[in-house]
């Protein structure tokens, strides 16, 4: 059996930043450190960074005053930041992690509002980057369109409206190919008057209506490796936490392309079933898997399948 990892599979820059951020908090505080939320969406990652006596807290209230707190790489609203100023959690207490390329889009959208823009986000409702970013657009009154077959709603949202400028921006960690067929999808509803792409440098705001390519290049670049494996692959195990959008949106594409795609967390959800009769296993992994844990499962399948291929030669 051949195993093969996708390429720039695991940990992005912004999760491998905001975990050095908490553990060299951590490690020159004598008070304990706190981290608002799931610093990132895996839970072996947090677990070991509670090991170091990191305390994980989803409620601001729960926090004690002057307390040492991190904040995690999605991106906070501004309320969070008011919330903790109020508990005087702020200068050298408040250790900010969010991932410079989320902040990019806080700014696009500012940017897209103050220009007089209605912003769209393309993304999940309930991840915390999109929550954050809705507080700079119109709060929880925001509109989220989850997948491109939302481009009817968009559309109605539009005409019902009748705004004069619209612009879709995107999570950072959202399918390429969707966010494509959704400005396709809703360019072909709306008939005369198209999306046209806004540049990053947001120097063309005159457009009616504008979309903004905010996938982030470490997700981007992760889709593509993991596709050109699936189209190689019999089989692929996409690795990644119970929440990650990142990697869920991984084994998606690994199911479109057609191939048997199992999501697990970790090495010890893996069947031996699951392989028979298959000659090349694909693994990928969502931006938030520690390189520990795809290696267990490289490891967890090579022995699996070579029990199984010495079983064979056997009988
Ligand atoms: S997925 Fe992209 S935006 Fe999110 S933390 Fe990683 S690099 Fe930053």
Known sequence: ??????????????????????????????????????????????????????????????????????????????????????????????????????????????????????????????????????????????????????AGKVVEYIKKNNFGKVAIISQTTMSVDGYKKLIESINALLGKEKFEGIHLSMNDLGKKYGFVDTICNPTKQRQLGTQELARLADIMIVVGGKNSSNAKELAHKCEEIGVETHYVQDETQLKGEWFEEKEHAGVAAGASTPDETINKVVEKIREMTEKREKEIKIS
């Open 1 to 150: 059996m051949k195993i093969s990892v996708a390429r720039n599979s695991g940990f992005c820059f912004g999760v491998r930043r905001a975990i050095q951020i908490a553990e060299e908090v951590a490690g020159k505080n004598d008070k304990p450190t706190y981290v608002y939320g799931q610093l990132v969406h895996n839970e072996a990652v947090v677990n070991k960074l509670k090991g170091k006596g990191i305390i994980f807290e989803d409620k601001i209230e729960n926090i004690p005053d002057n307390a040492v707190a991190v904040l995690r790489a999605h991106g906070e609203p501004g309320t969070t930041y008011v919330s903790l100023e109020k508990k005087s959690i702020t200068g050298k207490n408040l250790n900010d992690a969010t991932c410079p390329l989320v902040t990019l889009v806080h700014n696009v959208a500012k940017k897209l509002k103050a220009a007089g823009y209605e912003v769209i986000i393309f993304g999940k409702h309930d991840h915390p980057e999109s929550i954050g970013t809705s507080f700079y657009i119109r709060g929880k009154d925001t509109f989220i369109a989850e997948k491109p077959e939302y």
